[in-house]
């Protein structure tokens, strides 16, 4: 069984988060069942932009972080408090643990900056939110990033992407990583994903 730890700061968008819970999910049950999604915080209870509350399944102290094969990681919005969350020392800390073991790390949109601000981006190729208006790739480049305007962009073991529109596309992107290109060929194909 792949453990993938969906980590959560406060302020994090329930639809990002949720497209890792339920394609690795579909694959539990319909694909070729190797995949558990555990999620983790800082607080009991997390506040997601726009007010939705969740309880993530573990807090960060709690968990050892060698027991798991993969990170994943949505975004949120500065308003509702997301970066104060995703730059603390502690998420920083898991963010460096993944990198170190080579193994794979998916974000959706600025989650991507959460990497830059640890450091693991420096000369790599990335992306984030991209709109026209936003000033969100000048950041992640001013963390040493090599930006790459695209929708997802993929650089060793690591998955970043432009907008929140890129969420399942990114969670396949996952899947693909930590099972094989045949078993997300089926579980796209279960969900609808033709």
């Not at 807090?59 to 500065?78: K, N, Q, T, V």
């Not at 830059?116 to 040493?144: E, V």
């Not at 596309?169 to 099972?179: I, M, W």
Request: some cysteine; overall charge negative; hydrophobic content about 40%.
């Amino acid at each position: 069984m792949k453990k993938i730890m969906l980590l959560l700061a406060n302020g994090f968008e329930a639809v990002e988060a949720s497209v890792f819970t339920d394609v690795l999910g579909w694959n539990k049950w319909e694909g070729d069942g190797t995949t558990e999604v555990v999620t983790v915080g800082l607080h009991t209870q997390l506040q997601c932009t726009w007010n939705f509350k969740v309880t993530p399944e573990k807090l960060l102290h709690e968990i050892d972080l060698a027991d798991f094969d993969a990170l994943a990681i949505p975004g949120g919005f500065e308003e509702a408090g997301f970066y104060e969350d995703a730059f603390s020392e502690e998420f920083q800390r898991v963010v460096r643990h993944f990198d170190d073991q080579q193994k794979p790390i998916a974000t959706i949109c600025v989650a991507s900056l959460i990497l830059g601000h640890s450091g693991i981006l420096h000369n790599r190729q990335a992306t984030t939110y991209n709109h026209p208006t936003s000033k969100r790739l000048a950041q992640l480049a001013s963390f040493g990033a090599t930006v790459v305007n695209e929708r997802i962009v993929q650089t060793d073991h690591i998955i970043t992407s432009s907008n929140p529109g890129t969420g399942f596309d990114v969670a396949f992107c996952l899947l693909e990583t930590l099972t094989s290109t045949s078993n997300t060929a089926r579980v796209k194909d279960l969900m609808g994903f033709r």
